[in-house]
């Protein structure tokens, strides 16, 4: 018998057994895995390179290493020397599978690359930047007076500014000399108001200086590139997180980090590399120096902030979670490896709780609960979900473990969001008959030009807003009953309802010419289920610590939360029930927030101030989450009404599976109970 190896591919998730000698290349094609590839594997293009784990990894209950591939070839060998090749990785072409392996496609090797969808939110911040430059003229030196340079500089600053009590790092003063020289006694000189330091001096007039806000999330990264007297966003970018392919979710990371010996270091430097890269590539495209930044601001949850400051998360897998901190951080960019200004500055907006980080800080920063009268819910929805709850009296705050499903992972035809993508649908009720958008037209499925439209990248299949409202819209059309079960029976009305062993799956787009079909399956609907039931948990929980039974207002922030039709949020039971004029998505409000502390150093102080009286509630050792989780699981929830959805959208009567004979969910035969 062939001996046979296990492949688990990152970020897909999609894995198979295959014979060894099987080409990494070949394998991800049989798996509909997205690699890119032009040269028909000959090593040539090189857009198919891979990052071999390394270690174990529990989540696929799996020991990866770069040795269970085989040798690298002439082949590779030939393309490093002409064209270069990041240590690590691999010609998925050439490496042949010898062992079990966990295999990582980064963004670069994938044909439909990330839609990084964090914007920056145009918001009206006041400027009060804690970092400002001063152009100053210098006495020139001379026989009779020796001064150093340093003090001629300290005697313009209090002459001219009125600005005492000064002092600078070494590493400005080597560069002082000549920059003086250069400038003709004419220099600009940065002012770090938090500790009263000169970090960079440059020659002349320097008109513009920038600083970047960074919302590190545990899939993808956002960083904005802002001018610091103006608050201007000059540059938007974003990248995957490179730390992907140690797991898709927290806790697999922190898993990592406790098997692996050296793993969070491995971690911090795929991330504090990945950040140099993302800056590099921002002052690229905004025309202007690495040395021209001088700050950077960052928020993220409580993992990602340890991880990027390089320190051991293993604390924050299991009860009582602790911090390592949870104040705010300043420290100079040298300290996390960041290639900017001489003496640039970094500041890190401060955690929570250990499952409530910088991120949430961010949140309420930006969305100021605690200045209004009225209660306000704030879901940060990803792969772990922040809650907070309260007003000017009182927040509270919780997390969720939601998982990736949100995000298109685990989902039988899901993906992240790309062009080709489904993001948006709609299901006819008598024909059951759908109708789509994909990321990258404007156009639905039905309209003319549809298919011309698309013609670049055909539709590949479904992302996390899509899923959404696919589930939402097949409840909605009778298709999906209270429970969540596909209703089998329907497949004599419509082909659309299609046999899937011993459960039904609901055919969207039947591929053509070598595009894939997209299907909702019963086992994406399940994953769907966990994750808005933990979710809706979560809120119930705040909801009763402040003994209320509806918030006046929802704000649904992060990128899914951004891109996602309130409606179907709740027509899924995702959040509850509210006015949905009431129901705003706030955008990218962790980012936001990170803006704020970047371009006001007020907001530092307030945001340090704020956390402080934040009640944490741990989902995990409270008696009635189970409960709740429970009930949130039905469509939109088995035992809560929602009025005021009910006003906008006929809800269906409620209807459960019963068991098939032999007590199997989801079997041909299904009696229907009506509620």
């Not at 529990?58 to 990041?86: C, F, N, W």
Request: proline share 5%; charged share 25%.
């Amino acid at each position: 018998m062939t001996k046979e190896a296990l492949i688990v591919f990152t970020p897909s998730g999609r894995r198979g057994h295959f014979p060894i000698g099987t080409p990494v290349l070949t394998a991800a094609r049989s798996l509909g895995v997205d690699i890119d590839s032009v040269c028909g594997g000959r090593g040539i293009c090189g857009r198919c390179k891979v990052q071999p784990g390394d270690g174990e990894f529990a989540k696929h209950k799996i020991t990866s290493s770069p040795e269970h591939l085989s040798d690298v070839t002439k082949v590779e060998d030939r393309y490093a020397e002409k064209k270069g090749i990041k240590a690590g990785l691999r010609l998925s072409c050439q490496a042949q599978i010898e062992g079990d392996l966990v295999v990582d496609v980064p963004p670069e090797s994938q044909v439909h690359k990330q839609v990084v969808r964090k914007r920056a939110d145009v918001r009206d911040i006041e400027i009060d930047p804690p970092i400002r430059t001063y152009f100053i003229e210098v006495e020139e030196p001379d026989m009779h007076n020796p001064k150093g340079d340093w003090e001629r500089i300290q005697e313009a600053l209090e002459a001219q500014w009125d600005i005492r009590d000064v002092s600078c790092d070494l590493r400005t003063l080597q560069g002082l000399q000549v920059a003086l020289r250069k400038g003709n006694w004419q220099v600009t000189v940065a002012l770090s108001e938090h500790d009263r330091k000169i970090i960079s001096i440059w020659p002349g007039l320097k008109e513009k200086v920038y600083g970047v806000a960074v919302d590190l999330g545990s899939t993808t990264v956002a960083a904005h590139l802002c001018d610091l007297s103006t608050g201007e966003v000059t540059v938007s970018s974003g990248i995957m997180n490179p730390q992907i392919r140690f797991g898709e979710d927290l806790m697999s990371r922190v898993s990592y980090v406790m098997m692996n010996p050296g793993g969070d270091k491995d971690m911090t430097a795929a991330v504090q590399d990945s950040m140099n890269e993302l800056f590099g590539s921002i002052a690229e495209e905004a025309g202007i120096e690495r040395s021209d930044i001088l700050s950077a601001t960052f928020v993220g949850n409580p993992v990602m902030h340890h991880l990027f400051l390089g320190i051991d998360p293993t604390e924050l897998g299991g009860a009582p979670f602790a911090l390592t901190l949870n104040s705010g951080l300043d420290l100079y960019a040298r300290d996390v490896n960041l290639d900017i200004a001489t003496d640039g500055r970094v500041y890190i907006l401060p955690c929570i709780a250990g499952h409530v980080g910088a991120d949430t800080a961010g949140v309420i920063l930006s969305e100021g609960p605690h200045m209004l009268d009225e209660i306000s819910l704030l879901c940060d929805v990803g792969t772990n979900a922040e809650i907070v709850l309260g007003n000017k009296e009182r927040l509270l705050a919780c997390s969720s473990p939601t998982g990736p499903a949100f995000e298109g992972a685990q989902i039988s035809s899901g993906q992240r969001a790309a062009p080709g993508a489904i993001e948006r649908l709609r299901i006819d009720p008598e024909t059951l008959q759908p109708r789509f958008r994909v990321i990258g037209s404007e156009k639905w499925s039905d309209e003319d030009g549809f298919g011309d439209d698309i013609k670049s990248t055909g539709v590949t299949g479904i992302c996390g807003s899509g899923i959404i409202e696919a589930v939402a819209e097949m409840f909605l059309a009778g298709i999906i009953l209270t429970d969540g079960t596909i209703d089998g029976s329907l497949a004599a009305k419509s082909e659309r309802i299609i046999p899937n062993g011993k459960t039904f799956s609901y055919l969207i787009h039947d591929g053509v010419e070598g595009e894939p079909s997209v299907t909702v399956t019963q086992n994406d609907v399940r994953a769907i289920q966990l994750a808005k039931a933990a979710l809706y948990a979560g809120v119930k929980l705040l909801m009763e610590k402040m003994e209320i039974e509806q918030v006046d207002r929802i704000q649904l922030a992060g990128a899914f939360g951004s891109h996602i039709d309130v409606k179907y949020a709740m027509v899924l039971g995702l959040i509850p029930d509210c006015n949905l004029e009431r129901v705003k998505s706030a955008g990218n409000a962790a980012g936001t927030g990170a803006r704020m502390a970047l371009l006001n150093k007020k907001a530092r102080a307030e945001i340090e101030g704020v956390i402080q009286r934040v009640e944490k509630i741990e989902t995990a050792v409270e008696p009635k989450f189970q409960e709740h989780f429970i009930n949130a699981m039905g469509l939109p929830n088995t035992v809560e009404s929602f009025p005021n959805l009910e006003t906008v959208v006929k809800l269906p009567e409620k209807r459960v599976a019963e068991p098939a004979e032999g007590g199997e969910e989801g079997g041909r035969r299904r009696r229907r109970r009506r509620g």
